[in-house]
């Protein structure tokens, strides 16, 4: 016999649908009701600060998040979903702590890998963020995301042939995808002026 879901359980999936529908105040409404009987659901907290993240709210978003990692330090997803956080303020010491501890939690999700890889590349770490990157790739071979920000890492590691397998992979899946057509044609045009220098150096 299937167990019945509690109250807050379905709460929290109303919450999500709430999300996946771009309604992010009203999930973010769901998820304070729930504080307001139980103030150490996690979930809650976690709910809360990614609504406030796709809104671009980081202030709010760490807030929330904080909360919910002094219940539980080691959840896997508030410690992704602050590590996120930090990647978009450009804070990559921050997000690359908040992500190795995720990673720790669960390792080899492709999720993590991504963001982690990118902030690692980004803190200077090139070489060792393209591999983590690479990783990630290998775990979910389809994934847009992870192919995308492998693409712009190559493109910026000078890595031009790489890159564009990335970006038309991309295309493939998504044919509509004007970022992964504008970045190909970059690719392109670096491609023939790395060429062209190099010619004109010989």
């Given amino acids: 016999m299937k167990e019945q879901k509690s109250d807050v359980e379905l709460l ?9 529908q771009g309604q992010h105040q009203d ?3 769901i998820c304070e009701k729930i504080l307001m009987n139980d103030l150490k659901c996690v979930e809650a907290y976690e709910e809360i600060g990614d609504n406030y993240l796709s ?3 980081y202030d709010k978003a760490k807030k929330a998040l904080n909360q919910g990692l002094q219940i539980h330090p080691r959840s896997a997803n508030g410690n992704y979903l602050l590590g996120f956080v930090h990647s978009a303020l450009g804070n990559w010491k921050k997000s690359i702590e908040y992500l190795e501890k995720s990673d720790d939690v669960q390792p080899n999700h492709p ?3 991504r963001c982690m890889g990118w902030s690692i590349f980004h803190e200077g770490q090139k070489k ?3 591999i983590i990157l690479e990783r990630a790739l290998n775990l979910s071979k389809d994934d847009p995301l992870i192919l995308s920000d492998l693409g712009i890492c190559h493109l910026n590691d000078k890595n031009f042939e790489r890159s564009a397998i990335l970006f038309k992979k991309l295309l493939d899946i998504e044919p ?6 504008e970045c190909l044609n970059a690719v392109r045009f670096f491609q023939k002026e790395y060429k062209r220098l190099k010619h004109k150096n010989t």
């Fill in 55 to 57: 809104m671009r709210q």
């Fill in 27 to 29: 999930a973010i409404k």
């Fill in 176 to 181: 509509n995808n004007e970022k992964a057509r």
């Fill in 111 to 113: 999720e993590i890998l």
């Fill in 128 to 130: 060792r963020g393209i």
């Fill in 12 to 20: 929290l999936e109303e919450a999500d649908r709430k999300k996946m």
